[in-house]
């Protein structure tokens, strides 16, 4: 018997299986794909946020269809996929979701677009380093591996509140967040309100990091894959 299609995506950090090191021990069970989005390399430089071509990389791993698992950023081109093409996408994992422009309007979202958006503005006009700078000065999260190349990249991608994501997918969705940052619980929240199941696990900005995070993932999918096969 054929094992269910699992893919992952990552956010604007690590990328590949790098991304995901508690997910590995999921293979056994599932047929696992740890996504590159595009401009997202250890050698090419990288390149502007393409949120089609990211939904053509993902829709080009399902295959015939699966489930999702998407972290961060990654969770855009994710539920954009899974409004076009819910054929394709059986359930919805997602990790603190940057999902901002579902939640615009709201307080949390709303003083982080007005802190960041100037920033965003100015971007091209800016340095590398000097953009990754007063990025971490108003509050972001540092990039954990090559500086140099992540801070290119950070700069070349789109404020997420910008992604074209206005409607939720009627899929099977759990959200996991890390119950630090309000701006995360937001979303989350936004989601729960149109059926998704949140569930908040001490761990920062990867929950999924920590043994009960990854208990989580692996239940849900499991529970989604028995759903999906009833």
Do not use: N
């Not at 997910?23 to 390399?41: E, P, T």
């Not at 006009?125 to 990754?132: C, R, V, Y």
């Amino acid at each position: 018997m054929s094992l269910e299609r699992v893919v992952f995506v990552h956010g604007s950090g690590r990328f590949g299986a790098a991304a995901w090191p508690k997910q590995h021990g999921l293979s056994l069970d599932f047929d696992c794909l740890y996504l590159r989005r595009h401009g997202f390399d250890a050698e090419a430089e990288p390149l502007p946020t393409d949120h089609d071509r990211d939904q053509e990389i993902l829709a080009e791993a399902l295959g015939a269809g699966g489930h999702v698992v998407a972290h961060a950023e990654g969770a855009v081109p994710a539920m954009l996929l899974a409004v076009e093409r819910p054929d394709l996408v059986g359930s919805l994992t997602l990790i603190e979701p940057a999902c901002l422009s579902l939640t615009a309007g709201l307080p949390a979202t709303k003083a982080h677009i007005d802190l960041m958006a100037p920033l965003f503005a100015e971007r091209h006009a800016m340095s590398d380093g000097d953009f990754l700078r007063e990025l971490l000065r108003r509050g972001s999260i540092a990039p954990a591996a090559d500086a140099r190349r992540d801070a290119a990249r950070l700069r070349l991608q789109s404020p997420p509140w910008e992604a074209p994501l206005s409607i939720v997918p009627g899929v099977p969705t759990l959200v996991l967040t890390g119950g630090w940052e309000p701006l995360y619980e937001e979303v989350a929240q936004y989601l729960a309100g149109t059926g998704a199941m949140h569930r908040v696990v001490a761990g920062g900005h990867r929950p999924h990091d920590t043994p009960e995070g990854a208990a989580l993932i692996r239940a849900f999918l499991r529970s989604a894959g028995e759903e999906a096969a009833a």
